[in-house]
């Protein structure tokens, strides 16, 4: 099946010797990722992008919490309905807040309060070529750019994201965003090619943690910088926790460390100056149930009685950030 989106561009930049030639795979790896076999959704998601209204010239603001697309000229109320009307077909929005030509998708997670946490700690991106793994639709990638990032390359194996990005970026134009349908396991290992790779919310998901750490590793050139963001809890070096089933609801949750445990992955598989800038609790300011993710959200994954504890009792979610060098 074609893809819906045209990722001719990407796999032809990719195609060079830096990328090890992978463009000339990608390709293939895209169509796949599109065929209708896999995801009953697409000729629904493939409706709804091509009616999607016209907005006329737009302007980006990239650099506040909502991440916005704002149309040179007021958009009728009709053609706001029918933004709305097709944002909204592809719900669950996960990550967010978003502004589209004056509709707001307020997103299940306020994700600008994780990129407020981070921001001041890293390395400034500008002119950087940017990873971020599990990327989910792109408002983190479009907050990179805003910090004047190169290019940000995102993987994303989940289509209904995948989608919502195109949706936004068909308001927002043309920029060096390239979200791609894959696995990180898709990505030619020991690329050594990013300035700062991102792992926010994905390790906790491997089977193999310190597999992670040292793929994510290989494709930072050497002096590169990774953003590790991840479940903690409190504990020695020595504690780690592995659920017994699900944990806060989560399907596919395998090793939460503590921070102490965190640092010593890092620096067993060989980063160098590596620090914890955040450690936050996920509060319901954060986290919570909206319109445009209308189901179960943080509320509903602790214990109502106490809420320090999820419903499984285990430690309700914190979050620790660590940055870290590859030699």
């Known amino acids: 099946m074609v893809p819906m989106f045209d990722y001719t561009e990407t796999c032809g930049w990719m195609s060079g010797p830096d990328w090890k030639g992978w463009g000339q795979v990608l390709s293939t790896e895209i169509e796949k990722a599109f065929e209708v076999s896999r995801n009953g ?37 009709e053609v706001m309905h029918r ?57 983190y990638a479009m907050r990179m750019m805003g910090e004047g990032a190169q290019a940000v390359v995102g993987v994303e194996p989940y289509l209904r994201s995948v989608v919502q990005h195109q949706a936004v970026m068909r308001y927002a134009g043309r ?58 809890v409190d504990g020695s070096v020595d504690t780690v926790l592995m659920p017994a089933d699900r944990y806060a609801k989560m399907r596919n949750v395998w090793f939460i460390p503590s921070v102490l445990a965190l640092e010593r992955w890092l620096n067993r598989c060989g980063f160098r100056n590596v620090r914890i800038v955040d450690v936050s609790p996920t509060t319901i300011d954060e986290q919570r149930r909206t319109d445009w993710m209308p189901y179960e959200s943080l509320v509903d994954f602790v214990d109502r009685d106490y809420p320090c504890r999820t419903v499984e009792g285990y430690p309700s979610p914190v979050r620790a950030v660590a940055i870290a060098e590859k030699p």
């Not at 697409?42 to 009616?51: A, I, K, S, T």
């Not at 704002?70 to 109320?77: D, G, M």
């Open 41 to 77: 959704h697409l000729g629904l998601w493939h409706e709804v992008f091509r009616q999607l209204p016209g907005a006329g010239p737009c302007r980006l603001d990239l650099n506040s919490d909502w991440v916005s697309v704002i149309p040179a000229s007021a958009p009728s109320e």
């Open 83 to 139: 933004i709305r009307e097709g944002l909204m077909a592809l719900m669950p929005w996960r990550k967010g807040p978003f502004d589209v030509c004056g509709v707001h998708v307020d997103a299940e997670w306020r994700s600008c309060l994780k990129w407020n946490r981070i921001r001041p700690h890293m390395s400034l991106l500008k002119n950087r070529l940017v990873l971020d793994v599990g990327c989910g639709n792109g408002y």
């Open 175 to 232: 920029l060096p965003i390239h979200i791609l349908p894959v696995t990180f396991e898709q990505v030619p290992s020991s690329l050594q090619l990013f300035d700062t790779a991102f792992s926010m919310g994905v390790i906790y998901h491997q089977r193999s943690p310190l597999g992670h750490i040292e793929a994510l590793g290989g494709t930072l050139r050497p002096g590169g910088e990774l953003i590790l963001e991840t479940l903690v």
